[in-house]
């Protein structure tokens, strides 16, 4: 699986966008991007995920880049809910793959 | 929505114990995993299951054991528990069907062995 960087933190506003940018430079053609969040003492909920096009659901939308080499989580309107810790996870899909977290992103929203 | 239950959210048991926890699922999923995950060394996968009855070993299975004998159901077993084996354990479950659909988790279970 290809490897993630992710800024350790971030602060948003409520009622504002927040933009999770997600930099996996050495993704392969068959792994998909994959987005999870982890509420503190909770199981990780996952989010979204994609291929190459721009994905949206009730949640967020994806945005990946052309090259695939990075995306953006966008959460339209944060909530103080949505202070959690978010993963981007690149991997190949197959049935009984394991999933592996890296550092994710810290997001504290204040309002 | 898919719903992973697991049995309990917070249990204490003693060194040596023998330990059950438990994973119902109610999307009939034919995959279903359990992991580990601990501060520092993010999550491990100890166990999964294509199916029932079926089971594969993960990263970290040494000390556990699974049982699958219905559909909906994943059992991990300590079957002498030790206090490395403190930790927060994670069920989850994905469909058999389509290769991209994700994995989803329980709110985990947080054991303590004393």
């Known amino acids: 699986d290809a490897k993630t960087t992710q800024p350790p933190s971030m602060d948003c506003a409520e009622g504002r966008a927040a933009n999770l940018p997600c930099n996996h430079s050495?993704?392969?053609?068959?792994?998909?991007v994959y987005w999870y969040r982890q509420i503190h003492s909770q199981g990780p909920q996952y989010i979204i995920h994609?291929?190459?096009n721009n994905e949206t659901n009730e949640m967020a939308s994806l945005i990946i880049t052309e090259d695939r080499k990075s995306s953006t989580l966008i959460l339209p309107h944060a909530t103080l809910r949505d202070t959690a810790v978010y993963y981007c996870?690149?991997?190949?899909?197959?049935?009984?793959?394991?999933?592996?977290f890296g550092g994710g992103t810290r997001v504290l929203v204040k309002p | 929505d898919v719903k992973v239950t697991q049995s309990s959210r917070y249990l204490v048991k003693r060194t040596g114990e023998k330990v059950f926890l438990e994973c119902v699922q109610d999307?009939?999923?034919?995959?279903m995993f359990w992991y580990r995950q601990d501060p520092g060394l993010g999550l491990r996968l100890i166990y999964f299951?294509?199916?029932?009855?079926?089971?594969e070993k993960g990263d970290i299975p040494e000390g556990y054991s699974v049982s699958r004998e219905k559909k909906e159901r994943f059992s991990l077993i300590l079957e002498s528990a030790s206090t490395n084996q403190t930790s927060m354990y994670l069920c989850?479950?994905?469909?058999?069907?389509?290769?991209?659909?994700?994995?989803?988790f329980g709110d985990g279970t947080r054991l303590s062995i004393l």
């Open positions: 989850a479950s994905r469909t058999g069907q389509g290769g991209t659909q994700p994995q989803h």
């Open positions: 050495t993704i392969s053609g068959n792994e998909y």
């Open positions: 994609g291929l190459k």
């Open positions: 996870i690149v991997r190949v899909v197959a049935a009984g793959n394991k999933l592996t």
């Open positions: 999307m009939d999923h034919e995959n």
């Open positions: 299951s294509y199916d029932v009855k079926m089971k």
